[in-house]
Antibody, heavy 120, light 110 residues
Framework: EVQLVQSAAEVKKPGESLKISCKGSGYRFTSYWIGWVRQMPGKGLEWMGIIYPGDSDTRYSPSFQGQVTISADKSMSTAYLQWSSLKASDTALYYC?????????????WGQGTLVTVSS | QSALTQPASVSGSPGQSITISCTGTSSDVGAYNYVSWYQQDPGKAPKLMIYEVSNRPSGVSNRFSGSKSGNTASLTISGLQAEDEADYYCNSYTNTSTLVFGTGTKVTVL
């Protein structure tokens, strides 16, 4: 069974760094794209970026380029989303999701979400 | 890269059909047959309902169908049921090799 399991909720202060994770299982981790999606409180879905763990090809939404870093560790079958300096506006629910029909085939499987709260 | 435009809300009575539009540009929806649709219940992760404009993943009811004309994609729910009440989002591949979501539509079953 394909599963994407995300790290637990985080509470951070503005200016702090953070790295959240998404561990894939039940499939060949290096063969499928994984993406990150933001959902701010009461708002819609926003596509942040994707990574192909096989060769670390990474693409970002212009809205998030330079604001976050997406990476993957093949040995751990885990993708990451990180911030170097959090802002209050980064408070949101973050989902990882897998593209198991290729880059164009839609996000088939989703993690449970990681809630990030940034507050002084 | 702007979000694709969806109506904020659509409603219908049980048994009726409703259609949700998703309007993009010639750089995304109009350029590729790579539009997908997601259903999101409150407090849950989104669920893939349609991929590549009109394909249904296994397990998704055939009451859900997708289409596209020009820069606008559409999701039709026929035989509307109470369980269809949720938020729906479209998503498209773009000419910058990225993806973009729609603004989201709240479906209400009257």
């Amino acid at each position: 069974e394909v599963q994407l399991v995300q790290s637990a909720a985080e509470v951070k202060k503005p200016g702090e760094s953070l790295k959240i994770s998404c561990k894939g299982s039940g499939y060949r981790f290096t063969s499928y794209w994984i993406g990150w999606v933001r959902q701010m409180p009461g708002k819609g879905l926003e596509w942040m970026g994707i990574i192909y763990p096989g060769d670390s090809d990474t693409r970002y939404s212009p809205s998030f380029q330079g604001q976050v870093t997406i990476s993957a560790d093949k040995s751990m079958s885990t993708a990451y989303l990180q911030w170097s300096s959090l802002k209050a506006s980064d408070t949101a629910l973050y989902y990882c999701a897998g593209l198991f029909r290729g880059l164009f085939g839609g996000f088939d499987s989703w993690g449970q979400g990681t809630l990030v709260t940034v507050s002084s | 890269q702007s979000a694709l435009t969806q109506p904020a809300s659509v409603s219908g009575s049980p048994g009726q059909s409703i259609t949700i539009s998703c309007t993009g540009t010639s750089s995304d929806v109009g350029a590729y047959n790579y539009v997908s649709w997601y259903q999101q219940d409150p407090g849950k992760a989104p669920k893939l309902m349609i991929y590549e404009v009109s394909n249904r993943p296994s397990g998704v009811s055939n009451r859900f169908s997708g289409s596209k004309s020009g820069n606008t994609a559409s999701l039709t729910i026929s035989g509307l049921q109470a369980e269809d009440e949720a938020d729906y989002y479209c998503n498209s591949y773009t000419n910058t090799s990225t993806l973009v979501f729609g603004t989201g539509t709240k479906v209400t079953v009257l």
